[in-house]
């Protein structure tokens, strides 16, 4: 849930609209064959890929190689970004100290590489991390930036 609710979270940075109605109803999901088709070429040995629609992207969750991945494409089909989970020790070590220094006594329990297409939209920053900092009964998430300082992104508890 919580790798969910990080995901979900860094959709939110593309401005991108999430819907949910709390029900456990079977949603019918169309997604574009050009984004499809796109998908596939990318990433062809993609396993329990499932699909995310809303007005900005068409998102496909999967598993590559074991590792949890989701990529997301604009309605033209042209590949925006991906996320995947990694290691906390993919913190870079600048990044560790920092987060050492502002949330002593926190701990790094998820991390999530956000990777831009810089192509598509060189504003864009090719490399950021998000991390889920435990201590104790909170939890909050943190933004990685590529120079590797901490900025708070949110609180999750």
Known sequence: ???????TAIAAMFSASVFADGTKKAHTVTVSYTVVNQF???FSNAKNVTWTVNGNF??????LEGIKTSAFYNHQGEF???TEEVS??????AAQKEIDAQYKGY???HVI????????NPDAEATVYFADLKK?????????TPDSHIAFYKEVK
């Open 136 to 144: 104790d009964a909170k939890d909050v998430l943190v933004r990685i």
């Open 1 to 7: 849930m919580k790798k969910l609710f990080i995901t």
């Open 88 to 93: 906390a020790k993919a913190v870079p070590a």
């Open 58 to 63: 068409q998102r496909a969750d999967f598993e």
């Open 40 to 42: 596939a070429a990318d």
């Open 80 to 82: 925006v970004a991906l």
């Open 113 to 120: 590489v956000l990777q831009n297409n810089t192509e598509l």
């Open 107 to 109: 701990t790094v329990d």
